[in-house]
């Protein structure tokens, strides 16, 4: 593994932009990086692309280790560790939608079903009209 001195100095470099720097630092880094998201996605293609989301924001952020107080390889496991993280709830909400969608078709609930009746608006209005102004602008 590379050492800190080594790292900060690399992303210094990235900070300023530096094309070479960075891919240096994503030589050194990668394996690491990537153990970590497939340790939390399970899945190779997912923490490939959680692990390339991290390395855009390492880009984008590295002026900022130096305000972090974090070393260089925590900072970037803390960021490959939030992709990761954000990567689980993203499918997780996907799962939960299909689910739902789902179990409203094997009910016998389509989405146009679910909508209020024509007869059904008119008590709908009425009870607007009794709310004050402040929770019905809601």
């Not at 593994?1 to 992303?11: P, R």
């Not at 992709?83 to 789902?102: F, G, H, M, P, W």
């Not at 094997?106 to 209005?125: A, F, R």
Request: charge should be negative; aromatic fraction near 6%; glycine fraction near 4%.
């Amino acid at each position: 593994m590379a050492k800190t001195a080594e790292l900060e100095k690399l992303l210094e470099q990235v900070a300023t932009r530096d094309r070479d720097a960075f891919g240096d630092l994503y030589a050194l880094t990668s394996g690491k990086l990537f153990g970590v998201c497939l340790r939390i996605l399970a899945s190779r293609p997912k923490a490939q692309a959680a692990l390339w989301s991290a390395f855009v924001q390492i880009w984008q952020d590295a002026k900022s280790l130096q305000t972090s107080g974090l070393r260089p390889m925590t900072w970037m496991i803390h960021i490959a560790h939030q992709k990761s993280i954000q990567r689980l709830r993203l499918d997780l909400t996907d799962v939960s939608q299909e689910t739902l969608a789902d179990e409203a078709q094997t009910e016998g609930e389509w989405p146009e079903d679910l909508v209020l009746k024509p007869s059904e608006h008119g008590q709908l209005i009425n009870c607007m009209e009794v709310l004050p102004w402040e929770r019905s602008a809601v």
